[in-house]
Every structure is written in C-alpha cells, then in structure tokens.
C-alpha cells in the first residue's frame, strides 16, 4: 500500500469516529471538571469575600479568561486529533484569547499608578497559583488526556501541550474562586505561568502516549 494511500485512509477512518471523538472529549471534560471541582471544594473552597468580590471586574474577568482559554484550548485539541481538520478557527480562538489577557493588562497599566504595578504583578499568592493551579489541573488532564489517545494525533508534542492548556485553564478556573489576587497583571503572569506547566507536561507524556 502506497504513503498516500495508508494516510487517506487514516483520515477516512477518524473522519468517521468525529462525533464520538467530539464526544469523548466533551465526556472526559466533564468528568475532569467534576473531579477538579470536587478536589477544589474539598482541600480549598472559595474565598471568604466571594460574595463581595463577585461585584468587582477584576474578579469576574479572571472567570471569563480561564473559562475562553478552556474553550479555544479544547478546539484546537480537537483540531489537532483529526488529522484533516481545519485548524485556522482554533488558532483565531487562541488568538483572541491572548489578545483579550493583552487588553486587561493594557487597560490595568493604565488606570492603576506606575508605583502599584509591582504589587500588583507580584501580589500574595504566587507560589499557591504556581502549585496550587497544576494541582487542580491534574484529574482534568488524567480524564482528557485518555481522550485524547482515542484521536489521531498527527502531531502528538502539540496535541498533548494543548490537552495541557485545556486542563490548566480548567484548574485555574476553580483556583481564581480562591485567589485573592484580581489584577489582570498577576492573572497574565503567574496564571500563564502555572498553564505554561500543565502545557509541557502534556508536551512531554503527549510525544509517549498520543502516537498512533
């Protein structure tokens, strides 16, 4: 059997499991953020002033951000399973995504004096969001990166840093209810920091575990 040959039939074999694919990932993401969540409520909980701090911008958009990322992250996971999928909308999405942390930034940087920035980028809970989002992430990433091995990754590296990103936004959605850093400057740093981790492990077990 002739290259050409074997890969379009690769192509016509995942193009007829799509739907399940598609399903099995929203499955596994479901079943991922039910274990996160029951993980976050049981060794953290939300913050004392949620009430209060549900009223703020800065608050909310840190639920916006990580819940967009999980969205753009998981279309472009899915992209990358299906081997002859168009990938221009995924990459637009993640686009958009990092161009809408960009604005936050821009706009804080501007409305909050030159002095604050530091505090503001640093705040008090670094090392809990470095730890404490990957921790969250990890029943995500287990249940979707089993999803993902049901794919056709082409490229595997990629698709398990994707996967990655998708459970890392998934654990700091939950951690962002018990953060009590809101400025878009410490959510674009130590956030992007803490989903950059989830990303490279996914890179490294996605080169072992998603080639086909």
Known sequence: MRTDDLIGGLVADVEMRTPPLGRGLLA???VGMALSGTLFFAALGPRPDVAAAL???RFVLKFVECAA???AAAAAALA???PAADRRLARLCLLLVAFGVTLGV???VVVVPRADWPARL???NWLHCLVLVP???LPAFVTLLAAARHGAATEPGRTGAMIGVLAGAIGAFFYAANCTDDSPLFV???YTLAIGAMALLGALLGRRLLVW
């Open 122 to 124: 640093l705040g008090t």
């Open 80 to 82: 990358l399973m299906r």
């Open 188 to 190: 674009a740093t130590w």
């Open 28 to 30: 596994a993401g479901v």
């Open 135 to 137: 921790l969250l992430a």
């Open 55 to 57: 009223a703020t911008p």
């Open 69 to 71: 990322l999980a969205a």
């Open 106 to 108: 821009m706009v804080e």
